[in-house]
């Protein structure tokens, strides 16, 4: 059973125009985690979001956590070729010790 | 600079053998991982270790065993290889944040096993 499902699950824009991801699940998540993944190498973790409304900016790029800490979004502004991977979201649960549950990932691409 | 280590990037083995995937970290962390990963299906979580000679299942443990006799290693091991198991296997550690309880995943390059 995947808990976290992305959408969409490709996207190949253009340079200069804005897109969103979307991280839903029907679990309650401690916090969340976006990691992004080039290839050939391991994911890379971008941000985490810890509080229910909770708003993060990484230069173009805007991660939001859902009220209820069941969902996510990451919106980059002005897309740029190196923002080209796969973006994964991942639901983090904790009770003593940190199990995380990844998202079914969105591969991005974006043309210059 | 902080490194998880995983000991092949590249297998190709036949069905029915017995598979060590092993995975080293140099930062002292708690916790570490084995993931599978397949496209649309992104990351799924097979075991996890957050202590020595510990482990807890994931969400996909069936063909797969696990060993942590020392913190830093941790090997995954495919009893009997079957084709279904071919994939992309990837090594993570972390240690865990107070009060938030949630920790950088830092991952190995994978290894990519190819069972015929």
């Known amino acids: 059973t995947q808990l976290l499902e992305q959408s969409p699950q490709f996207l190949s824009i253009q340079e200069g125009e804005n897109l969103t991801v979307y991280c839903n699940s029907s679990?309650?998540?401690?916090?969340l985690q976006w990691y992004r993944q080039e290839p050939g190498e391991g994911p890379v973790l971008l941000v985490t979001?810890?509080?229910?409304?909770e708003v993060k900016k990484l230069k173009r790029l805007t991660f939001q956590f859902g009220d209820a800490r069941k969902d996510s979004s990451l919106h980059i502004t002005a897309a740029q070729p190196g923002d080209t991977g796969l973006y994964l979201c991942?639901?983090?649960?904790?009770?003593?010790?940190?199990?995380?549950?990844f998202g079914t990932g969105t591969k991005l691409q974006v043309i210059p | 600079d902080v490194k998880v280590t995983q000991s092949s990037r590249y297998l190709v083995k036949r069905t029915g053998e017995k598979v060590f995937l092993e995975c080293v970290q140099d930062?002292?962390?708690?916790?570490m991982f084995w993931y599978r990963q397949d496209p649309g299906l992104g990351l799924r979580l097979i075991y996890f270790?957050?202590?020595?000679?510990?482990?807890e299942k994931g969400d996909i443990p069936e063909g797969y065993s696990v060993s942590r006799e020392k913190k830093e290693r941790f090997s995954l091991i495919l009893e009997s290889a079957s084709t279904n198991q071919t994939s992309m296997y990837l090594c993570?550690?972390?240690?865990?944040?107070?009060?938030?309880?949630?920790?950088?995943?830092?991952f190995g390059e994978g290894s990519r096993l190819t069972v015929l």
């Open positions: 270790s957050y202590d020595v000679k510990m482990k």
């Open positions: 991942a639901g983090v649960r904790s009770g003593g010790y940190q199990k995380v549950t």
């Open positions: 993570a550690s972390s240690t865990l944040l107070p009060v938030t309880n949630t920790g950088e995943l830092f």
């Open positions: 679990s309650v998540f401690s916090s």
């Open positions: 979001v810890v509080t229910g409304g």
């Open positions: 930062m002292d962390h708690e916790n």
